[in-house]
């Protein structure tokens, strides 16, 4: 049952008021025995009940009791509720406000426990489209090769055109073990393409370190994949370790890193920002502005790099910005942009209104919302890292062919280490060399066309090296800056 958009905006401000939802869902608007309703009745009924109401309430009142009375279906008083709630949400036009069920709700503090099944990203509402913001760390999503900003159009066919958030996201979630094929759209892709996820258990760890030696000097690598409950801990067990060791300098990754717990990255740049200036800022819906300062004296004696890219998100902004702007170096991609606080708020059953509730503002006081943290130092990854899927439909690419298809299978091939001639899309003879060489070093058919089976072995192949972080130029460029 759908409701027009009036009514879902009148309904939803009356499943906010709990009580007075309580005390209208069983108020049986009366009729005469022939079944046409009695107007006068019904004003007696509706006026009685809701006297004690405020002046709007009083008229969604007479909506909800109208719609239970004379809809021509049966109605959930449930659905109806819940509908309304996230109507009213939607007049916001804020993707990062959103009602949660009792089952959003527990898989929300799932997440926030970093202990839940699904494919592993991020999504939000863009222009009405379904969003992934970062796929994490190791999840079903990277691997799959999902990206940052791909658009997914639809889930196992089914179109998520008019869905909210949490209805996209109820389809794209499942259980451990079961499949899911998405409609992406990237946005240098000419037309869509499929990507089928076989859905898991999303990785317990937020942290991973390593340590490298560039011209003689030790660098700790720290990586955070999310902010979530044990994130600070984890993260501050890692840097003693690699402190007790003597690095140089440190290098903080938080690419592809979706955001979670402000609280968690307050603990985390209270390690770092020397108190003379806060390492956040936090404005209310009045315009209060409340800083937050650290204990610490001074900044820690060795360099420190912030990496980051468009997938960098949130609580990752909170990070690279804090740390930007006492002087440190922030390397990569501008970020996504996302400069606001959500706080559940319980409606008492179970069910919470995840609300935008405050701007976070940098230490000197910028919003970069909508604009993201911008890098002191911009380096792209290798080009193969932004290359589309390829989409083969019927005949195979081959000698003479033109496509943009044939590009991208161009980048993958000079990525993975094989010499196309050209990335024009052009399929030369090169280009037909280079794919009969992929073909005999990968057990396929040697044919120098490239069917669906090649195009997959050439898009698993490519996923597998950036996962590998073979050619990280980005690392590499934080490391070599670093001591400069």
């Known amino acids: 049952m759908k409701l027009n958009k009036l009514q879902i905006v009148l309904l939803l401000i009356a499943a906010l008021a709990l009580g007075f939802l309580g005390a209208y869902a069983g108020i049986s608007l009366a009729g005469n025995d022939d079944g046409e309703s009695n107007p006068n009745r019904q004003e007696q009924r509706l006026s009685k009940g809701s006297d004690n109401l405020p002046g709007e309430l009083q008229k969604v009142a007479q909506a909800f009791n109208l719609v239970k009375e004379n809809y021509i279906e049966n109605i959930d008083d449930t659905q109806l509720v819940e509908g309304a709630i996230e109507g009213m949400l939607a007049t916001l036009d804020d993707p990062h406000t959103s009602y949660l069920n009792l089952e959003s709700m527990e898989e929300f503090n799932q997440q926030i426990e970093s202990s839940f099944e699904g494919i592993g990203a991020e999504v939000s509402m863009v222009n009405g489209v379904v969003t992934i913001v970062s796929p994490i760390k190791d999840s079903p999503a990277e691997k799959a090769g999902l990206r940052p900003n791909d658009q997914v159009l639809s889930v196992d066919g089914e179109s998520l055109e008019g869905l909210n958030l949490n209805e996209a996201v109820a389809k794209i979630r499942g259980e451990k073990g079961t499949?899911?094929?998405?409609?992406?759209?990237?946005?240098?892709?000419?037309?869509?393409?499929?990507?089928?996820?076989?859905?898991?258990?999303?990785?317990?760890?937020?942290?991973?370190?390593?340590?490298?030696?560039?011209?003689?000097?030790?660098?700790?690598?720290?990586?955070?994949?999310?902010?979530?409950?044990?994130?600070?801990?984890?993260?501050?067990?890692?840097?003693?370790?690699?402190?007790?060791?003597?690095?140089?300098?440190?290098v903080i990754d938080v690419r592809g890193n979706p955001g979670g717990l402000l609280n968690i990255v307050e603990e985390i740049l209270a390690l770092f920002v020397p108190s003379d200036l806060p390492y956040i800022q936090i404005e209310d819906a009045n315009g209060n502005v409340d800083k937050f300062h650290s204990r610490l004296d001074e900044k820690k004696e060795y360099p420190i790099s912030v990496l980051i890219n468009e997938g960098s998100a949130s609580a990752s902004e909170i990070l690279a910005i804090a740390l930007k702007e006492i002087g440190y170096d922030v390397i990569g991609h501008t970020s996504y942009g996302k400069g606001t606080v959500q706080t559940a708020l319980p409606l008492g059953d179970g069910s919470s209104i995840k609300m935008t509730t405050y701007k976070w503002l940098s230490p000197k006081g910028e919003w970069i919302n909508e604009t993201g943290v911008e890098p002191t130092v911009e380096v792209d990854q290798p080009e193969y890292y932004y290359a589309n899927p390829i989409v083969v439909e019927e005949e195979p690419f081959g000698l003479d062919d033109s496509d943009p298809n044939i590009e991208n299978i161009q980048i993958m091939l000079d990525g993975l280490g094989y010499e196309p001639g050209r990335v024009d899309g052009y399929f030369n003879e090169q280009t037909e060399t280079a794919v009969k060489e992929f073909q005999a070093d990968n057990d396929l058919k040697v044919t120098g066309e490239v069917d669906e089976q090649t195009a997959g072995m050439i898009d698993a192949k490519v996923i597998e090296k950036i996962r590998s972080g073979e050619d990280d130029v980005q690392l590499d460029s934080a490391l070599e800056e670093l001591y400069k």
Do not use: C, Q, W
């Open 179 to 250: 499949e899911v094929t998405l409609e992406i759209v990237r946005a240098s892709a000419n037309e869509s393409f499929d990507v089928v996820i076989v859905r898991d258990t999303i990785p317990v760890e937020t942290v991973y370190s390593s340590t490298e030696t560039v011209d003689g000097k030790t660098t700790g690598i720290i990586e955070i994949t999310n902010f979530s409950e044990k994130t600070a801990s984890e993260f501050e067990e890692h840097l003693t370790e690699l402190e007790s060791d003597g690095i140089d300098g440190l």
